[in-house]
């Protein structure tokens, strides 16, 4: 089984800063199957980046994705007041379908 | 518009049954893959099992933590995912989400239903 390993736990920053979060897997995963998702308090999950590095739609481009092989990063270039939620990563390649890392709160500092 | 929407959600008892339903509009639900997704209280997201399509022979995936007590179904001619979740214990508590599976992830999630099991 695939574990992700996400990190910091939790990420304090302030808006216009820029935000990396790190998802790390126990092995090799296709980068064709890892997405990232935003949580906000009492909604569901809202998918992000997909393949790695797609943004879905209607995300803007300050969301960026990279990483290959057993790392992968999420980046926000510049943070704005709504960008402050829980995310995770999730490979959708290698059965069990679906492994979610931990996720990362990113709170406003 | 593409919308999921849960129910069936409650308060059961450690060892009951309870049918999680579904609703899916706003595109063709036979066309694909299915997930339910759950999170308990304060935590993290896990994933509970899939459903694959027509083509794919309706096959069914589980975690290993509901594997033989959950049953995942669906009925195309409804637009409608069930998940069937019996011996039910106090570790099931969460919001479980239906989520459409596509080869970029899963792109639209239901608002969630809570099964609170308890005694």
């Known amino acids: ?109 | 518009e593409v919308q999921l929407v849960e129910s069936g959600g409650g308060l059961v008892q450690p060892g009951g049954s309870l049918r999680l339903s579904c609703a899916a509009s706003g595109f063709t639900f036979s066309d694909h893959y299915m997930d339910w997704v759950r999170q308990a209280p304060g935590k993290g997201l896990e994933w509970v099992g899939r459903t694959r399509n027509k083509a794919n022979s309706y096959t069914t995936e589980y975690a290993a933590s509901v594997k033989g007590r959950f049953t995942i179904s669906r009925d195309d001619s409804k637009n409608s995912l069930y998940l069937q979740m019996n011996s039910l214990k106090t570790e099931d508590t969460a919001v479980y989400y239906c989520a459409r599976g596509t080869v970029a992830g899963n792109d639209y999630w239901g608002q969630g239903t809570l099964v609170t099991v308890s005694s």
């Open chain 1, 1 to 109: 089984e695939i574990v992700l390993t996400q990190s910091p736990g939790t990420l304090s920053l302030s808006p216009g800063e820029r935000a990396t979060l790190s998802c790390r897997a126990s092995q090799s995963v296709s980068s064709s199957y890892l997405a990232w998702y935003q949580q906000k308090p009492g909604q569901a999950p809202r998918l992000l980046i997909y393949g790695a590095s797609s943004r879905a739609t209607g995300i803007p481009d300050r969301f960026s994705g990279s990483g290959s092989g057993t790392d992968f990063t999420l980046t926000i270039s510049r943070l704005e007041p709504e960008d402050f939620a829980v995310y995770y990563c999730q490979q959708y390649g290698s059965s069990p379908r679906n492994t979610f890392g931990q996720g990362t709160r990113l709170e406003i500092k």
